[in-house]
């Protein structure tokens, strides 16, 4: 059992940055994939980002490569999501989930994730 909290959504205004947390406890850290997907009102669950806890491997989705990086401090069990030039359309309540990893960050993300936060809330604003 894995329990994850995020902290760090708030409103910004376009081109601005933030940076969300997301902090994990109650099983082995290390077998774990951390990600983020976000959901926004009337749209689709997006997969944006996952980090390896293993072995470092790392998944962006194309709306967010170059913009957004993942990292974590296994010390902490902290995963971070650092988001930067961010844009109108990155408004969502952004979700942290962990699966075991099996390999690839994006399967895990996609298809492999067992517990999920509560969710964080970014607006951005234009």
């Known amino acids: 059992e894995v329990q994850l909290v995020e902290s760090g959504g708030g409103l910004v205004q376009a081109g601005g940055s933030l940076r969300l947390s997301c902090t994990a406890s109650?099983?082995?850290?290390?077998?774990?994939?951390i990600g983020w997907f976000r959901q926004a009102p009337g749209k689709e669950r997006e997969g944006v980002s996952c980090?390896?806890?293993?072995?470092?491997?790392?998944y962006y989705a194309d709306s967010v490569k170059g913009r957004f990086t993942i990292s974590s401090d296994n010390a902490k069990n902290t995963v971070y999501l650092q988001m930067n030039s961010l844009k109108p359309e990155d408004t969502a309540v952004y979700y942290c989930?962990?699966?075991?990893?099996?390999?690839?960050?994006?399967?895990?993300?996609?298809?492999?994730?067992?517990?999920r936060g509560k969710g964080t809330l970014v607006t951005v604003s234009s």
């Open positions: 989930a962990a699966g075991y990893y099996s390999g690839s960050p994006q399967w895990v993300l996609n298809y492999g994730m067992d517990y």
């Open positions: 109650g099983s082995a850290f290390d077998d774990y994939a």
């Open positions: 980090i390896s806890i293993t072995d470092g491997s790392t």
